[in-house]
């Protein structure tokens, strides 16, 4: 077949009736194809070509059986896969989340009630926050207390526009509790320390420490439900950027030393 293949060869009419008109010439009998019966036959060769290779790979395997119980249940999905992402770069917070208490945009604490609705309706399993790139620039403490107390920053990551960490850890968890959604917080491990990242996590989870007594100062008593707590972000880039054998020292130490108290 492939000799075959080999005798034939495209030619072009001296005059053609259509601009590049193709014409198929085959020896040593004379026929002509025009364009389209030409795709066509090129088609059927591959077909069989792909067959005939199929079929010596096969030769002298075992039989592959394959049962289908209808009766059984398939596998199940984790929702989490579906997760959404939230990360402090252009509208993704500032102005598509977090408007303020004092916008005119209809809002609960800040947050703005149609983007709620909508999410509400997609049934988001989980969101990650704050990034993203944003995540490795991130430090907790910018963004708690009152007002006054943050501390603004500029967001290197994306375009060096001014952060001025008004959504911080108490909004991002007033967010997801409003749209029904578990929490994925990114550890900042690019420019974080690992004292930084196990504070964080005492501060959200625990339970009778002078971290967690600074949680109720700032509005909220019991402690929050961090579902997954993430070692970094993007480490081979803007989260390091560590080769691999590094980002394992790394994420040793952070798993480490960082303790979610209310997942034991």
Request: contains cysteine; proline residues 6%; hydrophobic residues 35%.
């Amino acid at each position: 077949m492939i000799d075959v293949i080999q005798k034939h060869y495209i030619t072009f009419r001296s005059k053609p009736r259509k601009a590049w008109e193709g014409v198929y010439k085959s020896e040593p009998m004379e026929h002509y194809f025009y364009p389209k019966k030409l795709n066509a036959l090129k088609s059927i060769f591959a077909l069989i070509f792909l067959f005939n290779v199929c079929s010596m790979n096969s030769f002298g395997n075992d039989t592959v059986k394959i049962s289908i119980d209808p009766s059984q249940n398939g596998p199940e999905i984790s929702r989490h896969i579906f997760g959404h992402f939230a990360e402090h770069l252009g509208f993704g917070i500032y102005g598509g989340i977090w408007v303020g208490p004092e916008s005119d945009i209809p809002n609960t604490r800040g947050i703005r009630n149609d983007v709620v609705e909508a999410l509400q309706a997609l049934k988001v399993p989980n969101v990650r926050w704050p990034g993203g790139c944003f995540a490795d620039q991130y430090h907790w403490r910018d963004g708690i207390g009152s007002p006054e107390e943050r501390k603004s920053r500029i967001n290197v990551s994306w375009g060096g526009t001014p952060e001025p960490n008004t959504f911080g850890t108490h909004e991002f968890f007033d967010f997801i509790a409003q749209i029904g959604s578990d929490a994925f917080v990114s550890a900042n491990v690019g420019s974080g320390t690992v004292q930084e990242a196990a504070d964080w996590l005492e501060y959200m989870t625990a339970t009778g420490s002078s971290l967690a007594e600074e949680r109720a100062l700032n509005g909220h008593p019991e402690p929050y439900d961090v579902a997954f707590w993430g070692i970094g972000n993007e480490v081979w880039g803007c989260g390091g950027p560590f080769t691999a054998e590094e980002y394992i020292t790394e994420l040793k130490k952070f798993s480490t030393f960082s303790t979610n108290t209310t997942r034991r």
